[in-house]
């Protein structure tokens, strides 16, 4: 099944590929660092936990890289005349 909402291919078509892993999280200092919560639906919760076994990344690091994205994204937008 391929799901084109997240634009990723199919399991079965990357399980052979390498997957690149990111440069390591240089943590800012621990003070700065919060718990949050958030509701996610069933379905993306289980993509997520299939991409972290398959790439062997932790969830919670995609999660903060994601958070990051956004908030360039829509810096970006915000600061465009």
Do not use: N
């Amino acid at each position: 099944m391929h799901d084109s909402s997240l634009g990723m291919p199919p399991m079965e078509a990357v399980s052979s590929v390498e997957v690149p892993r990111p440069m390591p999280r240089v943590e800012e200092d621990k003070g700065d660092v919060v718990s949050t919560h958030v509701l996610v639906e069933q379905q993306k919760v289980e993509k997520l936990r299939e991409l972290s076994k398959r790439t062997r990344i932790a969830q919670s690091e995609y999660l903060r890289e994601a958070v990051d994205d956004l908030l360039t994204k829509y810096t970006k937008l915000a600061e465009e005349p």
